[in-house]
């Protein structure tokens, strides 16, 4: 059920330039505010400093303003918010759910490689052992006392909530299962919080009611459930759309250097040709 006034986003990350999958989905998620007199917002998700990029983050507003795709009220930056975020790690460390771990990735890889099984959570990362989860009181004062660098776990067996549901736009109710993410980073050593957090923090201070965004997000959609549920934010309602597919019917990705908007741009083709391609490729409002 979608709620009576509609607030959607589209959440990009500037970590390369809009492709025409992105456009999809900022096309989707202003199609449902517009059509519902709701209101469209823009969100540059630059929280990982490795990947993201100034002139990618300008990039995203050039692009998107070329398209004639406007949105509601200013851009919010999540690089300019991250007392925000860390008081929202506070509040789950005050609750005893969360615990330094000072594993590096390839810790991790070797204690995973002696076990028999190697599971994945649902976002591809391995399952995290829970190594850093059994220090004793000690053992962690002492690590951190030395200045080793550590990131922050949820403990999810102490997090979890049972019965939590989200509703699907065109489905109903979904079941959430957040405990296949294990003990899931909420931040990283290089970086100040996760995308799970701070995606699931600013569509609740930005009031979303409407999550629309790709189909492969689904899966952390139950993991940004639980975090709602342990923080006591609103919960919105989710369209995921199916993605955008190439000629060989291979998903659009930076990685696989998909033609961005700009080399359409530059190739002289007009936007409003775009618009109607991705006007024939929008899912009906349910
Ligand atoms: N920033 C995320 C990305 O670019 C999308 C976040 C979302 O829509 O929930 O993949």
């Excluded at 860390?86 to 204690?111: H, I, K, N, W």
């Excluded at 970086?191 to 957090?197: F, G, K, N, R, T």
């Excluded at 989710?238 to 060989?248: E, S």
């Excluded at 990705?253 to 040709?273: F, S």
Aim: glycine residues 6%; contains cysteine; aromatic residues 6%.
């Amino acid at each position: 059920m979608v709620p009576m006034s509609v607030t959607t986003r589209f959440a990009p990350s500037p970590t390369g330039y809009l492709h025409l999958g992105h456009a999809f989905s900022a096309f989707n998620a202003r199609k449902r505010a517009r059509d519902a007199g709701g209101r469209f917002l823009l969100r540059l998700e630059d929280i990982d400093p490795a990947r993201c990029r100034p002139e990618f983050a300008a990039a995203i507003v050039e692009d998107l303003n070329w398209l004639g795709l406007d949105w509601d009220g200013p851009v919010r930056v999540q690089s300019e918010h991250l007392a925000e975020y860390r008081a929202v790690l506070d509040r789950l460390a005050a609750q005893g759910l969360v615990y330094p771990c000072f594993c590096t990735r390839s810790d991790v890889m070797r204690e995973l490689s002696a076990s028999a099984a190697a599971p994945h959570a649902p976002d591809g990362a391995p399952l995290y052992p829970g190594t850093c989860r059994r220090l004793s009181p000690r053992q962690r004062a002492d690590r951190l006392g030395a200045g080793e660098r550590w990131a922050l776990r949820l403990d999810m067996a102490a997090a979890l909530r049972p019965g939590l549901f989200y509703e699907e736009a065109g489905e109903g109710r979904i079941a959430c299962h957040p405990e296949a993410f294990g003990d899931v980073v909420l931040a990283r050593k290089d970086a100040p919080a996760s995308y799970h957090l701070c995606v699931t923090h600013d569509d609740a201070v930005q009031g979303v009611t409407l999550v629309t965004r790709g189909e492969d997000l689904r899966p952390s959609t139950d993991l940004h459930r639980l975090i709602q549920a342990l923080m006591g934010w609103p919960v919105p309602a989710y369209a995921h759309h199916r993605l955008i597919v190439d000629t060989d019917g291979k998903r659009l990705a930076k990685r696989n250097r998909a033609v961005t908007l700009r080399d359409m741009r530059e190739r002289g083709i007009p936007p409003m040709e775009i618009i109607e391609r991705l006007r024939a490729e929008a899912p009906p409002a349910p």
